[in-house]
């Protein structure tokens, strides 16, 4: 007996919005990834602008149709739009940037690594997030300018613990400290003697959905993190965020929240126990509130403004800014 394959119709949309885990389903898409191409797929839906969402993951993104595979895009697309993450080079992005020549490739909330220079010169333009001197801004805090933040349990005084583990990108030269991180985190926090807990920003269905995640940030009182987005939220839901950059030299952890000021963030190749002994117990203290609704709203009027530059580039091709009203943007 044969079976008959029936192939699907191929997407008539002419310009895709993807992110680097589009390829891999549910074990590479984030909290933070799936929100920033929410928040921009909005935006270009309210402006005309007519796309699809490339993702082999099982988050249903509403603002845009989802097309699962790179068969099922259509044959000449006129964009290709690489959303949050690191603009790294990998097989399958590459596949589809030279099964497309013809159209614009740009990228938009991304970290752009001083390892991947000739990949990055594949794109017509680039609004980055981190790693340029002129970078905007993360596209996932915006959505947060509606939902109000809740108050810890008054029952519950814990530590969420949210890590990345091992981080590749950034080539041998920069091998990820993460064991260092995360054994600074980790002893600092048992020596509070508060309850620790683990939050990861990795969607996994019910069992780690969007709600799981937030109330996993929003049941503690202080925020462990390797993770820029580990960061991002605890600070956008209220809590007091320590920091550690596990990548030599300092990365996008550091440069976000550096950017906004955000006291208790350091380094792993300089940290040692006691600076992070002694940020836990300001953590602690009560003494931030006023600091993190401070780095709240500024997290999400950059995230904004980063979002109204996005579409700008997209649909426009340009990019406007305070110093140049009209300037085009180039490779960064």
């Given at each position: 007996?044969?079976n008959l394959?029936?192939?699907?119709a191929?997407s ?5 919005l ?10 590479h898409?984030?909290?933070?990834d ?6 921009l ?11 699809c ?17 790179i ?45 991947q220079?000739?990949?990055?010169r594949?794109f ?8 340029t001197?002129?970078a ?6 915006a959505?947060?300018?509606a939902?109000?933040?809740v ?12 890590f990345?583990?091992?981080?590749a ?15 600074l ?6 020596r ?55 990548i030599?030299g300092?990365?996008k ?12 963030v350091?380094?792993a ?15 602690r ?11 709240r ?9 980063a979002l ?7 649909v426009e091709g ?9 300037a ?5």
């Amino acid at each position: 007996m044969f079976n008959l394959w029936r192939r699907r119709a191929k997407s008539d949309r002419r310009h895709v919005l993807l992110w680097c885990g589009s390829f891999w389903g549910r074990q590479h898409l984030t909290i933070g990834d799936a929100h920033a191409v929410e928040n921009l797929s909005e935006r270009l839906r309210a402006s005309g602008f007519e796309h699809c969402i490339l993702s082999e993951s099982d988050w249903e993104f509403t603002s845009a149709p989802t097309v699962r595979t790179i068969r099922d895009l259509g044959d000449h697309l006129d964009s290709l739009i690489l959303v949050c993450g690191p603009l790294a080079e990998h097989a399958r992005l590459r596949e589809l940037i030279e099964k497309h020549p013809c159209a614009r490739k740009i990228g938009v909330g991304v970290s752009v690594l001083a390892n991947q220079t000739a990949f990055t010169r594949c794109f017509d333009a680039v609004l980055a997030r981190d790693g340029t001197p002129d970078a905007t801004f993360d596209l996932a805090p915006a959505r947060f300018a509606a939902i109000p933040t809740v108050p810890p349990p008054a029952n519950e005084r814990s530590i969420a613990l949210c890590f990345v583990g091992k981080q590749a990108e950034y080539g041998a030269g920069r091998s990820s400290l993460h064991k260092q991180a995360h054994d600074l985190l980790m002893r600092s926090a048992k020596r509070t003697g508060l309850p620790l807990k683990t939050v990861s920003t990795v969607l996994s269905g019910p069992r780690n959905g969007e709600r799981q995640i937030l109330e996993g940030f929003q049941g503690s009182q202080i925020v462990a993190t390797t993770r820029l987005h580990g960061s991002l939220y605890g600070l956008l839901n209220g809590r007091a965020v320590v920091a550690v950059d596990q990548i030599p030299g300092g990365a996008k952890v550091s440069d976000v929240l550096g950017r906004i000021g955000w006291p208790l963030v350091f380094r792993a190749d300089q940290a040692d126990e006691k600076l992070i002994d002694e940020a836990f117990q300001i953590a602690r203290s009560g003494d931030l509130r006023n600091d993190i609704e401070r780095a709240r709203r500024e997290l999400i009027a950059r995230s904004e403004a980063a979002l109204r530059k996005s579409v700008s580039l997209i649909v426009e091709g340009r990019c406007r800014s305070s110093r140049e009203p009209d300037a085009r943007v180039t490779n960064a």
